[in-house]
């Protein structure tokens, strides 16, 4: 993966999304920090893809939910009341 300084980055954009397509995901770096990545449409698609379902998925299908035991009613001890 190549690395581009964000002021490269910026004057010769067309010359970096040439290289994410051609050559893969380019990391942008500001003040010498990775700071971005620039990933070619596909590799972004199979990521999403690839990616843990959403909460609303999850609740709509049988295969995520576990059966648990309830413990019973009653079983927890109380404090005695302190009268005074």
Do not use: H
Not at 21 to 28: A, E, F, R
Request: proline residues 7%; charged residues 25%.
């Amino acid at each position: 993966m190549n690395a581009w300084p964000v002021q490269d980055a910026k004057s010769r954009f067309s010359e970096l999304l040439e290289a994410c397509i051609n050559g893969g995901p380019q990391l942008v770096t500001r003040r010498g920090a990775e700071t971005a990545v620039l990933v070619p449409i596909a590799e972004w698609k199979r990521m999403n893809n690839a990616a843990r379902p959403s909460l609303k998925s999850l609740l709509l299908t049988d295969s995520g939910r576990v059966d648990f035991e309830i413990p019973p009613r009653g079983a927890a001890k109380r404090r005695s009341a302190i009268t005074g």
